[in-house]
């Protein structure tokens, strides 16, 4: 707890997790100091990934190089309230992981002289290959952005994006997206006649496969979409049933309703 280079996560929950262990598997080497409230989740982590438990919240602040919140929306203020009133020396660079709390709420409950990014990981960081958009404020420093696009690169790609994208980023590149979308074809799939085990692989292969074919080939999207969709073929009556029944429309509905939400947020 000695070092001042640690890396400190206020909030030991599900994001937390999924970044430490993608971070030791990608090689991270550095000090990971979590404070949560709940011991139990301090616990799993640290068989996990061996990070270090803070003892409380005044001790891990003060040990911390770089700040990274990773609560709730709804909890943001009160924690950073809570950062202020125990006196420990906050350090320049703090992190944000709070879907829709905007920079300028982030600013005015922890105040100056801090330097605030907002980083949105995606969940699959937990095996070094999710993907992680961050907004800088125009106070952050270019080291500091290079050690922040450093730390969550070790995880995969990160994206450099204005904040106004953020919220429409977050409700898009979510891998709830893959587990939705493999859960409701394998489910017609089933309905169709196929066994569960069946279902699952077929609706995998389409979804996971037939992308990782779309990165690799270096074929352009509409490419691929108009090679598929020969006429008179399975695939291009499946597709145009699709696009007849609205699945455009219902995609842009789920988006439209994830960026709302992050505003609701922003509002707490």
């Known amino acids: 707890m000695k070092d001042t280079k640690a890396i400190v996560f206020l909030g030991g929950g599900h994001i937390t997790g999924a970044l430490a262990a993608g971070l030791r598997l990608a090689g991270y080497e550095g000090a990971l100091v979590v404070y949560d409230r709940h011991p139990e989740k301090l616990r799993a982590l640290r068989r996990e990934s061996r990070v270090e438990m803070a003892r409380d919240l005044k001790s891990a602040v003060a040990c911390a190089g770089m700040l990274v919140i990773a609560v709730r929306p709804g909890s943001v203020q009160d924690l950073l309230e809570e950062v202020v009133a125990c006196g420990a020396r906050v350090p320049k660079l703090c992190v944000s992981l709070a879907a ?7 600013r005015a409950w ?10 949105m990981p995606s969940p699959v960081c937990r095996i070094a290959r999710g993907l992680t958009p961050v907004s800088f404020a125009r106070s952050v420093k270019a080291a500091e952005r290079v050690r922040a696009r450093r730390f969550f690169g070790y995880v995969g790609p990160v994206l450099d994006l204005p904040e106004r994208q953020l919220d429409a980023i977050t409700a898009t590149h979510s891998p709830t997206h893959g587990y939705h979308a493999l859960a409701t074809l394998a489910k017609a799939a089933q309905a169709a006649g196929l066994d569960r085990v069946t279902a699952l692989t077929a609706a995998a292969h389409a979804l996971s496969d037939g992308i990782v074919y779309w990165r690799e080939s270096g074929n352009e999207l509409g490419e691929l979409l108009h090679e598929a969709a020969t006429p008179g073929g399975i695939a291009a009556a499946t597709m145009s049933a699709m696009d007849a029944a609205g699945y455009a429309r219902v995609v842009e509905n789920g988006i439209r309703a994830g960026i709302q939400q992050a505003r609701r947020n922003a509002k707490r």
């Open 110 to 119: 922890l105040g100056p002289p801090v330097h605030w990014a907002r980083a």
């Open 100 to 106: 829709g709390i905007p920079l300028r709420n982030l």
